[in-house]
């Protein structure tokens, strides 16, 4: 937080712009990141706690899988374009 607030005091600075006008745009995907990642988390919590470890891996697989299959055409396209 303390760095967020003094890259955010500096960028003010530098652009001339409200100090609060740039934190609040910084914050605001923060927090949406916060909010989703802990949704997910609860929801793999409940998964477990109702159907033990199976339900969790099937919740996982997916999320793996498509993280992966995201990651190689993201390799495959720096490649052709480099």
Not at 6 to 26: C, E, G, H, M, V
Not at 36 to 50: H, K, N, P, R
């Amino acid at each position: 937080m303390l760095f967020l607030t003094s890259t955010t005091q500096l960028f003010a600075l530098l652009k001339k712009q409200s100090f609060f006008y740039i934190w609040i745009s910084n914050m605001r995907g923060i927090l949406l990141n916060v909010v989703l990642v802990g949704s997910m988390g609860i929801i793999i919590f409940l998964a477990y706690d109702s159907y033990n470890i199976g339900a969790v891996l099937l919740f996982l697989g997916p999320l793996l899988l498509a993280r992966f299959a995201f990651a190689a055409w993201r390799r495959k396209r720096r490649g052709t374009f480099s």
